[in-house]
T-cell receptor
Framework: DSGVTQTPKHLITATGQRVTLRCSPR?????VYWYQQSLDQGLQFLIQ???????AKGNILERFSAQQFPDLHSELNLSSLELGDSALYFC????????????FGPGTRLLVL | AQTVTQSQPEMSVQEAETVTLSCTYD???????LFWYKQPPSRQMILVIR??????QNATENRFSVNFQKAAKSFSLKISDSQLGDAAMYFC??????????????FGQGTILTVHP
């Protein structure tokens, strides 16, 4: 157990819908990272937050957004869902702003029908 | 942009034997860090080992060790005394140590390791 929690574990929804994935970092960690793992794109970095502020951005679609709250949990919002958004979404956390080891949560498996 | 390449889609090893997984990366940076992560069938991403680019000494964690060749941009993982529980997908990852992508991990495509009893 990495100490990073993600809810829900599984999510099934329809095209055009909106979902919210939630992540709680390890106790004391200030950074949260979101990654997407799909069959065709592999593991891709989406976005990083550090202590409530956006720190780095990767291949995140405009339909996707994230935020980190004062209690340091983070949410990834996916809207206007398409079939291609079906993937495993990981949250990871680390102690500081970047160099520390990232510990991954169990992931949320999203299926868009 | 950095890229990470794992040229072995699949590898297999007999239990108790040694296997080496390959990884190469491309970067123009001098300071960075590298990881191997393991992803078993549960899909959980588990840290195996970490290497700092500024350290010449190769990292070791129990049965896992790396061969880090900075000039060649090569970072291979050696698993000694392989166990059935080592069967998983293994990902090599590059971590930015500065700049606007500080903290971002770039992953290779993964290598599926099968361990035969």
């Amino acid at each position: 157990d990495s100490g990073v929690t993600q809810t829900p574990k599984h999510l099934i929804t329809a095209t055009g819908q909106r979902v919210t994935l939630r992540c709680s970092p390890r106790s004391g960690d200030l950074s949260v990272y979101w990654y997407q793992q799909s069959l065709d794109q592999g593991l891709q970095f989406l976005i990083q937050y550090y202590n409530g502020e956006e720190r780095a951005k990767g291949n995140i679609l405009e339909r996707f957004s994230a935020q980190q709250f004062p209690d340091l949990h983070s949410e990834l919002n996916l809207s206007s869902l398409e079939l291609g958004d079906s993937a495993l979404y990981f949250c990871a956390s680390s102690g500081g702003s970047g160099r520390e080891t990232q510990y991954f949560g169990p992931g949320t498996r999203l299926l868009v029908l | 942009a950095q890229t990470v390449t794992q040229s072995q889609p699949e590898m297999s090893v007999q239990e108790a034997e040694t296997v080496t997984l390959s990884c190469t990366y491309d970067t123009s940076e001098s300071d960075y860090y590298l990881f191997w992560y393991k992803q078993p069938p549960s899909r959980q991403m588990i840290l195996v080992i970490r290497q700092e680019a500024y350290k010449q000494q190769n990292a070791t964690e129990n049965r896992f060790s790396v061969n880090f060749q900075k000039a060649a941009k090569s970072f291979s993982l050696k698993i000694s005394d392989s166990q059935l529980g080592d069967a998983a997908m293994y990902f090599c990852a590059y971590g930015n140590a500065g700049g606007t992508s500080y903290g971002k991990l770039t992953f290779g495509q993964g290598t599926i390791l099968t361990v035969h009893p």
